[in-house]
Nanobody, 128 residues
């Protein structure tokens, strides 16, 4: 079982957009809650967003509300993270994780406690 994350265009200028995609191997993402986290060099890992299994309730970290959108592609069984208005502080390694309970914590700071499977991550770099 594993998670794999990919990105359309890993380097972008300030104000630009990127889309990340998370896919599962050996299990269905739609049966689980899936979250995105990020970690910049020298910083602690921080939550970004989470989407529960149906009915797809969503939790966002305050730092990305209004700029990032997490969604499911049920045809592909992936979870995507559309990132807009990117800033230098969004530069980090982004990775997806699974919560088998199917639920996301209401407060982003607690998301990490439910995750049992982590992907390796994909680098996002925002240049000024």
């Amino acid at each position: 079982l594993r998670l794999a994350a990919g990105v359309w265009g890993g380097l972008v200028q300030t104000g630009g957009s990127l889309k990340l995609s998370c896919a599962g191997v050996g299990f269905r993402l739609s049966d689980n809650a899936i979250a995105w986290f990020r970690q910049a060099p020298g910083n602690e890992r921080e939550p970004v967003a989470c989407i529960s299994r149906a009915p797809n309730r969503i939790t966002y970290a305050d730092s990305v509300k209004g700029r990032f959108t997490i969604s499911r592609d049920n045809t592909e069984d992936t979870v995507n993270l559309q990132m807009r208005s990117l800033q230098a502080e969004d530069t980090a390694n982004y990775f997806c994780a699974r919560d088998r309970s199917g639920y996301c914590a209401r407060d982003a700071e607690y998301l990490v406690y439910g995750m049992d499977l982590w992907g390796k991550g994909t680098q996002v770099t925002v240049s000024s």
